[in-house]
């Protein structure tokens, strides 16, 4: 499978490898936006606006490989959609829980 069947389309089936290379693949184009838009070591974990449009960007290369994969075990690939709700929803929870800390004290 070729660089633009892996990452850009959800049709077809892929291995392990296949899988942990392209999802390695994206997390390295990721480090590597933020690197250039100036994020530093010391913020990566400051979550911004420019770090949610390089995850916005990447979303649906991470989708289509997840996808893949997900057929390749058997397994509905309606299921990788479930992503796109529960993260979002941990984040704001994680931050929405931050921010009552910072109140109370």
């Not at 992503?83 to 800390?101: A, E, M, V, Y």
């Amino acid at each position: 499978m070729n660089f633009i069947q892996l990452f850009f389309s959800t049709k077809g089936k892929i291995d392990k490898k296949e899988f942990w290379l392209g999802m390695l693949g994206l997390f390295f184009i990721e480090l590597v936006l933020l690197f250039a838009t100036g994020t530093t070591i010391e913020t990566i974990f400051h979550y911004g606006v420019r770090e949610f449009s390089i995850d916005l960007f990447l979303a649906y290369p991470y989708l289509a490989v997840t996808i893949k994969r997900l057929r390749d075990i058997d397994i509905n690939s309606w299921w990788a959609l479930s992503i796109i709700f529960i993260f979002p929803i941990l984040i704001i929870g994680l931050i929405k829980n931050k921010d009552r800390k910072i109140q109370e004290s």
